[in-house]
């Protein structure tokens, strides 16, 4: 065994020299783009030599990436792990080429040198096992110390003190290097402490108030507590978001684990996971118990939390609903007719119309293959172009804001409306849209392009459509203000749900669409297109209205002012 000194252990069992292929999946998240470790969580090149002992805060940025964190985390809450969560962990790192480097400070036995820290692992055939310790950080900054974290696939953070390890190495190289391993699609795990210490706004300590510290941050937006069930730290967890708004709190028993991928969570282990939202002006404090296999949106759980440090939304007094200039069309699914792609085309100019496609409701590799939509490539237009783009670089660039500084109409494709919020939210892009209606254009959709219009966004669940208001996701783009749309109403049962949301948000109307039915919208008058129905909802007077093709209902008086079809 290599000899072992009180400032740096590194030790190592090696199977081979090779260095190890990363995990396809993890490699294909690193590919997808993202900014360097520095650009993403604003770590010095020139780390600092004193150790950040109190927490200041992190802003709250309406901005993210959607597409999560890089690389993986696996998140232990302490105990004996169960066999699934050192398989995964193993898994992510590459299995029998997994290049793993145990990092023990946490514990107090890290000092001792007849500890083997290793053994925990000596079952998991990977190609090579280092042990990395220091409590100087004048060694942590040692180009010399971190040189086993550069070729590291996976890195397990132990138990004991989550204290230890933020004095030893938050704001050193030894965090730089853990940053950019989970940026090479690499695996970090930690159990109690090392786990703890994987949020920037840590729980250093406390039993019933917690104290705080700063921790790593590689799941930013998140406070993490560990042994939550089995030491009762229930009222810990929710006084610390409700300390740090913005912010979003995951308890771990101990057996059990949060695996992290992208945006993807996923509970591993015999327990819970317990998510906790602090209180807002407008919504009570909130915890839910997540059972082993349930599966968690991560970037839904920022924007819930994200939403609850702002202002109430929906406004307790909304906007009129009225289009000032140009035209909406909106339509609930399932097919549009005749009348409807001649009401696009004319309102976007006619033969002088410069059309603009945006598949983004539809996943990445769909909407990058898709094309211009049958119905309209008969269409003798000026030009039509198709933008799948949906990462803020693209939407924000050149071929992106060149086609919309032209175009006289838009249509949003079906799909999943929570994609539209992605794509454009906090981008240029919401100006160019609103432009096109300042211009006398028209902005169109069907299915999920008629929920986004909206300015209450309803079934905005990245994990199913059956959640009809989704914390996080229920913010639209807002072209029609004072309403929520949905669409494939009759058809698919969805008007008790309507319902619920006007009950929920009195301040709103309403809209309701059938499949192959629409609303061509100017100022604030809704005619009615297609074969069945449009419902609409008004929780002031308690009263609902069912209009047919040629019907016209007035969303400033909420009244039928043509009520009988032609």
């Not at 033969?351 to 990445?364: G, K, N, R």
């Amino acid at each position: 065994m290599t000899s072992i000194s009180h400032h740096h252990v590194r030790c190592r069992l090696t199977r081979n020299t090779r260095l190890p292929k990363l995990h396809f999946f993890l490699a294909t998240c690193f590919a997808l783009g993202f900014a360097s470790p520095a650009d993403l969580f604003g770590q010095n090149a020139a780390a600092p030599t004193s150790p950040p002992t109190v927490s200041s805060p992190q802003p709250v940025s309406g901005e993210l990436d959607s597409r999560g964190i890089r690389g993986s985390l696996i998140i232990s809450g302490g105990g004996n792990p169960a066999p699934i969560i050192k398989q995964q962990f193993i898994a992510l790192a590459g299995d029998s080429e997994a290049n793993l480097v145990i990092i023990p400070t946490a514990s107090i036995t890290a000092d001792d040198p007849d500890k083997d820290h290793r053994l925990t692992w000596q079952d998991a055939n990977a190609s090579s096992i280092s042990v990395l310790h220091t409590r100087d950080r004048k060694t942590a900054n040692d180009p010399k110390f971190v040189e086993p974290l550069k070729s590291a696939t996976a890195v397990w953070l132990s138990g004991g003190s989550q204290s230890r390890l933020a004095d030893a190495y938050v704001g050193t190289q030894v965090e730089t290097e853990l940053h950019a391993l989970l940026a090479r699609g690499g695996v970090i795990g930690g159990t109690s402490a090392g786990a703890a210490i994987m949020s920037r706004d840590m729980i250093a300590r406390g039993k019933q108030t917690p104290e705080m510290g700063t921790g790593f941050g590689f799941l930013p937006y998140a406070i993490i507590d560990q042994h939550f069930l089995a030491r009762n730290r229930q009222a810990r967890s929710l006084k610390a978001v409700k300390e740090h708004p913005g912010r979003f709190g995951l308890g771990i028993d101990e057996g059990t684990a949060l695996e992290v991928t992208g945006r993807r969570m996923r509970v591993l282990g015999k327990s819970t996971v317990t998510i906790t939202l602090g209180p807002s002006a407008f919504r009570d404090a909130s915890t839910t118990a997540a059972p082993a296999n349930t599966v968690i949106d991560l970037t839904s759980l920022r924007r819930a939390a994200i939403a609850r440090a702002g202002p109430q939304f929906p406004a307790t007094r909304t906007s009129t609903p009225q289009v000032d200039h140009g035209a909406l069309l909106i339509i609930g699914g399932g097919g549009v007719t005749d009348d409807m792609i001649a009401s696009f085309v004319e309102s976007a100019g006619g033969e002088d119309a410069h059309l603009v496609v945006l598949p983004t409701a539809i996943d990445d590799r769909a909407a990058r293959q898709s094309g211009i939509p049958s119905f309209l490539e008969s269409q003798r237009v000026k030009s039509i172009t198709v933008l799948p783009q949906r990462w803020r670089d693209e939407v924000n660039g050149p071929t992106f804001q060149a086609a919309l500084k032209k175009a006289t109409g838009i249509w949003f494709g079906g799909g999943r409306q929570w994609r539209f919020v992605d794509a454009y939210e906090n981008t240029k892009a919401i100006e160019l849209f609103n432009k096109v209606l300042e211009r006398g254009g028209i902005i169109a959709g069907s299915s999920a392009g008629a929920s986004i219009q909206a300015e209450y966004m309803v079934r905005g669940d990245p994990l199913g459509n059956q959640v009809v208001m989704a914390e996080g996701y229920e913010r639209g783009l807002g072209f029609l203000k004072g309403v929520a749309i949905d669409q494939h109403l009759t058809q698919r049962g969805r008007l008790d749900d309507l319902r619920s949301v006007v009950k929920r948000f009195p301040q709103l109307l309403g809209i309701g669409l059938d499949e192959t039915t629409g609303i061509l919208v100017k100022n604030s008058t809704a005619q009615v297109l297609g074969k069945n129905a449009v419902f609409f909802l008004d929780p002031a007077a308690d009263k609902e209205s069912r209009l047919e093709e040629g019907q016209i209902y007035d969303l400033k008086t909420r009244e039928v002012v043509k009520p009988e079809k032609d």
